[in-house]
């Protein structure tokens, strides 16, 4: 079953969650830890939201449709330098010339 199914089943605001473990064991989700465990959020962020009051999750919004993915990778690491790239790029002309480029 797909977790936008899981959360729209088994979630509704205002409910109180008592730690992480049984929230993942909710959503059908394996406990993770570190940064695994912030990917793991920031993908259920797409579905529902939520605040924490020591460890207790308590949901403040389960989402209508599930928001779409932010994949930056898509961007690259040289999206800001691409400009300056540009400029050294070299023409088809002289490509076929010998020496330095200007």
């Avoid at 899981?6 to 205002?14: A, D, P, Q, S």
């Avoid at 049984?22 to 406990?31: A, D, F, S, V, W």
């Amino acid at each position: 079953m797909e977790l936008f199914e899981i959360v729209k089943n088994n979630l509704y605001v205002g409910m109180v969650v008592k730690n992480y473990k049984m929230l993942c064991h909710l959503l059908n989700q394996e406990p993770k830890t570190s940064d695994s465990k912030k990917a793991q959020e920031k993908e259920w962020k797409r579905f529902f939201d939520w605040t924490r009051e020591g460890q207790k999750y308590i949901i403040i919004n389960v989402h209508n449709n599930q928001l779409p993915k932010d994949d930056k990778r898509y961007d690259g690491n040289n999206k800001n330098n691409r400009k300056e790239y540009e400029q050294f790029q070299i023409s088809i002309e002289d490509d076929q010339k010998k020496g330095v480029y200007r």
